[in-house]
Each structure stands twice: as structure tokens, then as C-alpha cells.
């Protein structure tokens, strides 16, 4: 199922990019009409015929670098540009949500589902445009197509080898931790009880095969608590997801989230260079389209992003986020590196300063 992976992994972190992107978009009052240009600009080379064609081609996920080089492509896309070190945190929330959904997703139908959350919310961002909303409808299609013959054995080894491939990124997200749902190493906590997978039993009975095939129940109490699951949930376009895995974080009353520390190490990856040509053909697929220099604006995601460039920008288009020390008292033990900022539509962002 590592063949089949690639799919999953594209639209999810699309998704979170979109996510972020939206949402500091709005915070940072850029107007409206070049707001959705940037996001129809982005959505509209992620679904492009030649490039779903290439990403549902079986295949062997590409490289960790070579992922991100497929994003940092995407997001120059658009009129909005990104320096290095903004596009370097802006990846690192996208893994990381991403790697959060497939840890507590109950089993690989869950993850397939978190992945038609992230297509529906697409859908809603470039409703506007009934061209785009076709393509998302298609990539829809193609993605029930592609998976809908797999077992749920085959299913949960796409889950596990998804966890493989995250398993040593650990950054600090100022959003998990203040769920605390997240470990001051960068490690995730995992929740117990609730919702059950499709068709799966709540723990409390053990059963003991013997050598006959006949077997004998032994009961015990629960210590959590667990739901039976409301349905399989539904692959279709418009489908009912029934979980919301992979549904946005980030809205208007949520505190902006920033990579607060890179603590992963970074693990030399072998064995992907049978992968470069089609690497390439998705590079190319990808590659930003021309744009006059007076037609593009620079988005500061981040307080401390380096000022490139930005003496020979207009001043209208450069957007910087005024910083203010406000304590957080509940996470001073685990958070003391951090600043909070305040933006001037009241939504409160937590960034780590070296």
C-alpha cells in the first residue's frame, strides 16, 4: 500500500496548506478578491489533469525533501509569495496536523475519510468558482475510484506505513499544546476511549481458542469509556465523512499555531532514487507560472520571517504582525521560550523567538 499512499499525502497536507493559508489571509486583511486568487491559484495547479493523473499513478511515496520541494512549488503559484523560513514553519504545521489525523485515526478507512474532509473543504473555499469546484468534484471521484477496492487490511497498512514515514518528525505546535495534546518533546497523547471503528467492539470480553475451534469468553471491566461508530462513512463526492478528522482548526476565534521547535532528527533517507524522473514530471507539472512583479504581494506569516526584499516592495503590500508580551500562565512551565502576538482582529498567536 506504499504505492498507494501518495495520494492521501497530497491532498491532506494541500488541505492544511490551504487551511493555514485562509486563515492568516483573513487575520491579515488582505482584500478579499486577491485573498481567493491566491487560493483558486493554488487549487488550480494541485488539481490540474496532468498533475492527479501523475499523483494516482502507482508509486513509491517520494522523499521528505522532495515532498516539501512539491509544496514550497505549489504555494509559489499563486500571487502570494513566501520566504524560506516562512515556508519552512508553513510545512512543518502541515505535517504535523497531518501526522496528528493518522495517529488517532481508529483505522484505514478513518484516514481515507480525514482525506475527503480536507477535498470537501477545498470545495468550500473556491465555491465561487464553478471551474475549480469541477475539479475538486473529479479529484473526488478519482480518489473513490483509486481506493475503494482496498481491504481494510490493506487500508491499515497504508495507515502504518503513513506512521513510518512520520514517525521522527516531532515539532512543537503552540494549538497541541494548549489542547494539551502534546508532549513538550513534540510528541503527540493520544486519547482513549470514544468513538470505535466501523463494526468493531468495545473492549471487555476475552476470548481463548482452543486446538477444536470452539472457544470460551472471559469478561473484564472497562476502564474508558467507548462509542459504537455511526457508520463506515461515506467515499462518495458528497458523502457523509462521519468523522471530522481533517476538518479546519484554524477558525476565526482559533489562536494562530506556529512550529514553536524543531526537535526531530533528521534521518538520511535512502533508496528513493528510482524516483527522480517521476519527481521531476511533478516538479514540472508544478512549476509557478510567470507573474509580473505587480501583480504579486508578500504574505509574513510569521513574526520573526527574515525582511527579503521587502524595501523594494510597496509598502501596502507588506504585512507585519505587532508583537506583545501576554502571558500564558498554563503553559509558562513548557512554553517559556515563547511570545504571544496579538493581531489587530483579536486573534491571539503563539511563535518561538531565537
Known amino acids: 500500500m506504499s504505492t498507494r499512499s501518495l495520494p ?9 496548506m490551504l487551511y493555514i493559508l485562509d486563515q492568516r489571509l483573513k487575520a491579515q486583511k488582505i482584500p478579499p478578491d486577491r485573498a481567493l486568487k491566491v487560493i483558486l491559484d493554488i487549487v488550480g495547479r494541485m488539481l ?10 502507482a508509486q513509491q511515496v517520494f522523499s521528505k525533501r522532495a515532498l516539501k520541494n512539491i509544496f514550497e512549488q505549489l504555494a509559489q503559484s499563486s500571487i502570494m509569495k513566501l520566504n524560506k523560513t516562512a515556508m519552512d514553519k508553513l510545512y512543518d504545521l502541515m505535517i504535523m496536523a497531518v501526522k496528528y489525523q493518522v495517529l488517532i485515526s481508529k483505522s484505514g478507512r478513518e484516514v481515507l475519510l480525514s482525506t475527503l474532509n480536507h477535498l470537501d473543504a477545498i470545495r468550500g473555499f473556491v465555491a465561487l468558482s464553478p471551474p475549480h469546484v469541477a475539479m475538486v468534484d ?3 471521484r478519482t480518489f473513490k475510484d483509486f481506493f475503494e477496492s482496498q481491504s481494510s487490511a490493506q487500508l491499515m497498512h497504508l495507515r502504518h506505513y503513513l506512521l513510518l514515514l512520520f514517525q521522527d518528525t516531532n515539532k512543537k505546535v503552540s ?8 508532549l513538550p518533546s513534540g510528541r ?4 482513549v476511549g470514544g468513538p470505535l471503528p466501523y463494526a468493531g467492539e468495545a473492549p471487555g470480553v476475552i476470548r481463548y481458542l482452543n486446538r477444536v475451534g470452539s472457544y470460551t469468553e472471559e469478561s473484564f ?18 458523502g457523509d465523512r462521519v468523522t471530522k478528522l481533517g476538518c479546519n482548526m484554524y477558525g476565526a476565534d482559533t489562536a494562530e499555531s506556529s512550529v514553536t521547535e524543531t526537535v526531530s532528527k533528521q ?10 524522473d517521476e519527481l521531476d514530471l511533478l516538479q514540472r507539472l508544478l512549476m509557478p507560472r510567470p507573474l509580473s512583479e505587480g501583480n504579486t504581494f508578500k504574505l509574513k506569516l510569521f513574526l520573526d520571517d527574515p525582511d527579503e526584499d521587502l524595501e523594494r516592495l510597496p509598502s501596502q503590500d507588506v504585512l507585519h504582525l505587532n508583537p506583545t508580551v501576554k502571558g500564558k500562565a498554563q503553559l ?4 517559556n521560550d515563547l511570545i504571544s502576538l496579538e493581531t489587530e482582529n483579536g486573534i491571539v498567536c503563539n511563535l518561538y523567538l531565537q
Do not use: T, W
Open 8 to 16: 492521501v499525502l497530497f491532498f491532506s497536507l494541500g488541505g492544511e
Open 138 to 140: 473529479k479529484a473526488c
Open 332 to 335: 509558562q512551565m513548557i512554553m
Open 267 to 276: 534521518v538520511p533517507v535512502e533508496g528513493y532514487s528510482f524516483v527522480k
Open 188 to 191: 503527540f497523547v493520544l486519547p
Open 48 to 57: 490540474e489533469d496532468k498533475c492527479i493523473k501523475e499523483i494516482f499513478r
Open 221 to 238: 471491566i472497562r476502564a474508558h469509556c467507548y462509542e459504537l461508530a455511526e457508520g463506515a462513512g461515506s467515499l462518495d463526492v458528497h
Open 175 to 182: 494549538i497541541f499544546l494548549k489542547n494539551n495534546s502534546q
